[in-house]
């Protein structure tokens, strides 16, 4: 049993990792092990397999975990693998630490992730430090950061470990690559959006916790090396179309009327200006379609704006203070 802090003064934390795993027996073992020397042990591992080739490690099965592997009959993504995973943990489980299979985190990540749990109980998402797994002298990113044009990208990805800020700070949306969510939370928005597949899911799940009132920061003590495109090869087709597609749907689920009216030329602007870019890059077939398809989804897109927009509890102006704003390169 996980003990922290004063048992009989503040609340149990029972911590769930969820592992979706997809041809990735090459790194899978190293991140299970990652978790076998956590100061801090979770009370229950779900590795979701994805349909993949290659076999989990015979390995897994000897590890000193609770671990409970979910064979999927074909791949079904990132976003539903999650989902899937979550839904199969035992009730008790009441936060959910997301973990890829190419991610390593330092052995007091749950650690530090419990005590800021208590401690700052105004935050029911929590991002890692993330370092580059084969260049540790550059950081990954600290956060996710969302422009008011719709693109998100990560805090400080490739800057040197300087940039890393030291205190607690509020974050838009952490990386799902190594991340904690309360479970009520994540229950309540409906979690992951299953049509994502992959890419921008984290960055949708986190702008309707936050439509929903609910607040995430970047927490700097937990420190998790990450390979990073260890399965998709980053500005591939695959990632071009989903990445690309998922930024229109999240813009137009998730964004104020009245943000939505001021920001759109610089939607418009964006996509237009990524159209041109892909298209120099010899990528135009899939930029068109991933925009095509965006639009094509508009009758369900519509119904969950709808639903989600009703469900919004804060101000239009609360949001805009957390959305970058400028240039959004």
Known sequence: MNHFLNDKTEPHVKIGVVIVNYNSTSCLLKALNALVRQSYKPDQVII?????????????????????????????????????????????????????????????????????????????????????????????????????????????????????????????????????????????????????????????????????????AYLPEAIVEHTGSATTERHSDFYTYHGHRNLVWTYFKNMPLILLIITIPLHLFLNIATLVIFVVRGQSKTIFRAKIDALKDWPRIKKQRQLIQRNRKIHSYQLLKILKKGLPW
């Open 48 to 216: 979701f397999d994805n349909a993949s080739c290659e076999p989990i490690p015979q390995k897994t099965s000897k590890l000193n975990l609770p671990i409970k592997i979910i064979y999927s009959s074909q791949n079904i993504g990132f976003a539903s693998g999650n989902n899937k995973a979550i839904a199969a943990l035992e009730p008790s489980i009441n936060w959910i630490a997301l973990l890829n299979p190419d991610a390593y985190p330092n052995e007091d990540w749950l650690s530090v992730m419990v005590n800021a749990i208590v401690k700052y109980p105004q935050y029911t998402f929590w991002g890692s430090k993330l370092i580059c797994e084969k260049e540790p002298s550059l950081l990954d990113g600290t956060g996710d950061i969302y422009h008011i044009s719709g693109r998100a990208w990560r805090q400080n990805h490739r800057k040197a470990l300087t940039y890393a800020p030291t205190q607690i700070e509020e974050i838009f949306s952490p990386c799902a690559a190594a991340a904690l969510y309360r479970r009520d939370v994540f229950t309540e928005c409906q979690g992951f959006d299953d049509y994502y597949f992959c890419y921008y899911e984290d960055i949708d799940l986190s702008f309707r916790l936050r439509l929903l009132g609910y607040n995430g």
